[in-house]
């Protein structure tokens, strides 16, 4: 229900940026913890999402994909390649779109969103 107002009042793609990247599969370890810190924050303010870093998400995204298409195949020098260049998207999502996060979150916040803040700020 929120996401179609949200949907409505922005536009699609930063919406499916920002929900795909909560149903995919994520980084394991601290880049995991870290991106997801910082979509939560996005997912609450998601007309916060700079252009740079929906751009991150869709790159990341595209690099999973091939990542999985690798995998499927068997190729281990395509997965390989496509894990390095994931582990540099994932650098990315987290430095641009951080970016955006912290931002939302330089002032104080409240509810869901202020939970959210509260956890990116411990994870620095």
């Known amino acids: 229900m929120v996401l179609v107002v949200v ?5 699609p793609a930063i919406v499916l940026a920002l929900s795909v990247t909560a149903a995919r599969a994520q980084p394991a370890g601290p880049a995991d913890a870290r991106i997801q810190q910082i979509l939560s924050v996005l997912r609450e303010r998601p007309d916060e999402a700079s252009p740079s870093c929906l751009d991150s998400l869709k790159e990341m995204h595209a690099t999973e994909d091939a990542l999985q298409s690798a995998t ?31 931002r939302v979150c330089h002032v104080p916040q409240d509810g869901k969103l202020g939970q959210a803040c509260a956890s990116l700020r411990r994870g620095n």
């Open 7 to 11: 949907r409505k009042m922005l536009g």
């Open 72 to 102: 499927s195949r068997g190729k281990s020098s395509d997965i390989e390649l496509a894990n390095d260049v994931l582990e540099t998207d994932y650098q990315n999502v987290m430095q641009v779109c951080g970016v955006d996060a912290t």
